[in-house]
């Protein structure tokens, strides 16, 4: 059973570009979340979401950034116009409906995004 | 707002016992979880406590008291590949699975 994928694994991209990070789920979870961390730091929440929508998105930065979760394929988290800030690593974790009482969070490997 | 307050960084010796104490002040409280992340890796699932009192598992044991906003990671008979950063985690939403991480301990066990 194939585990939480992302890719690409390293972005690199000028000032002002889109970054497009993608995320597929482990087989079977429906529940996506993405985190975002800095160098040295914890990981900050930014976006859950359910198939096809949004359930809690009060991690994410109100401008430039959005995600998807589309009935088909991957989930997307996508940054426009990307500014050095946004320099980070990007996780992407899934979880099945039903947890067995772990409320266990399956992350992927990470994107790790260089903003020249 | 929301905090979680953890030691930055531990070091310990082969073979040897640690505590990682983690301190907690959030909105609402369904859980605690434990996370470890070697460098450049991702983060993975070590414990879940809901309620109060001591989880074991294998070598590592989670402890949790509520009514203390406080709980902590005991990692027994340390071997090296042990090294990496330790995160504590508030479950804050019974709607999801959300969670709100600490900044993170990084422990480097030596020989």
């Known amino acids: 059973n194939a585990g939480v994928m992302q890719n690409p694994r390293h972005l690199v991209r000028r000032r002002g570009q889109e970054a497009r990070l993608r995320c597929s789920p482990m087989k079977g979870h429906s529940h996506v979340y993405w985190y975002r961390q800095l160098p040295e730091e914890g990981l900050k929440f930014m976006v859950y979401l359910q198939k096809e929508n949004i359930i809690d998105e009060s991690g994410m930065p109100k401008e430039r950034f959005s995600a998807e979760f589309p009935k088909e394929g991957p989930s997307i988290l996508r940054i426009q116009q990307v500014v050095r800030g946004d320099s980070a690593a990007y996780f992407c974790?899934?979880?099945?409906?039903?947890?067995?009482?772990?409320?266990?969070?399956?992350f992927g490997p990470g994107t790790r995004l260089t903003v020249l | 707002g929301q905090s979680l307050e953890q030691p930055s960084e531990v070091t310990a010796v082969e073979g040897a016992i640690v505590q990682i104490n983690c301190t907690y002040q959030?909105?609402?409280?369904?859980?605690l979880s434990w996370y470890q992340q070697h460098d450049g890796g991702a983060p993975t699932f070590l414990s879940y406590n809901a309620l109060d009192g001591l989880e074991e598992t294998g070598r590592f044991s989670s402890f949790l008291s509520r009514s203390d906003s406080y709980g902590y990671l005991l990692l027994q008979e340390l071997q090296m590949k042990d090294s990496a950063s330790y995160f504590c985690a508030v479950r804050d939403n019974n709607a999801g699975n959300m969670l709100t991480f600490g900044g993170g301990t990084r422990l480097m066990v030596k020989p």
């Open positions: 974790a899934s979880s099945p409906i039903r947890t067995g009482g772990r409320h266990e969070q399956f």
């Open positions: 959030t909105s609402g409280f369904y859980g």
